[in-house]
């Protein structure tokens, strides 16, 4: 059984870049949330993706989208960055919507 | 909106002695309510939950337990070992929607040898 796979591991874009990070989920798992934790804080809740359709979203904008594909990986897309987007993204999948949530290792993203 | 209070946000113990950490939340429609534990460069890692008709539950040196009433939930770590140095986070949440899952702000535990 493999774990939760993220990459990059880091990423250095420009303020008005646009990132895409990726996400593998747990071996049978097929559902896939997206977290943003900034610095000495706790996970915010992003968005999760149920079967191929986002099922939840946090207090984030429309410029954080994502996609989630018939293998169950999972992508977040980020439009327009700004300095406030720096942070480490997880993605943490489970069995279903209400399943125990793993974690991936997250992508540290910076935004100069 | 909905939060969850954590503390304390450091806390520094003996090799031996017990921890606790207390959160407090705001959504009384919770009824979730895990524990992580992030290493450094790591993701968090469940290390126990609790489900709102439940009271208290352990798991050898970890326990949990839930004031519905007062809206309070701790985690007690007990014989603390320094691979137990870590940032612990509590969390908050409807468990049927994981977009009301609501995260404390972390509780950093240095466990001294």
């Known amino acids: 059984e493999t774990g939760v796979t993220q990459s990059p591991t880091h990423l250095i874009k420009t303020r008005g870049q646009q990132v895409t990070l990726r996400c593998s989920s747990q071996?049978?798992?097929?559902?896939v949330s997206w977290y943003q934790q900034a610095l000495g804080q706790g996970p915010q809740f992003i968005f999760q993706y149920y079967r191929e359709e986002e099922n939840g979203r946090g207090n984030f904008p429309p410029r954080f989208s994502g996609l989630q594909f018939p293998n169950y990986s999972s992508e977040l897309n980020v439009n327009a960055l700004e300095l406030d987007d720096s942070a480490l993204y997880l993605c943490?999948?489970?069995?279903?919507?209400?399943?125990?949530?793993?974690f991936g290792p997250g992508t540290r993203l910076t935004v100069t | 909106g909905e939060n969850v209070e954590q503390h304390p946000s450091t806390l520094s113990v003996q090799e031996g002695d017990s921890a606790v950490i207390k959160c407090t939340y705001s959504?009384?429609?919770?009824?979730?309510f895990p524990w992580y534990k992030q290493e450094l460069g790591k993701g968090p890692q469940l290390i126990i939950d609790i489900r709102s008709n439940v009271g208290e539950k352990k798991d050898q040196r970890i326990a949990v337990t839930l004031n519905k009433t007062a809206k309070h939930f701790s985690l007690h770590i007990t014989e603390t070992q320094p691979e137990d140095s870590a940032v612990y986070f509590c969390a908050a949440s409807r468990q049927t929607s994981y977009d009301k899952v609501i995260f404390g702000p972390g509780t950093s535990l240095s466990v001294i040898p």
């Open positions: 959504d009384s429609a919770s009824n979730y």
């Open positions: 071996s049978g798992h097929n559902t």
């Open positions: 943490a999948s489970s069995w279903g919507q209400e399943g125990e949530q793993y």
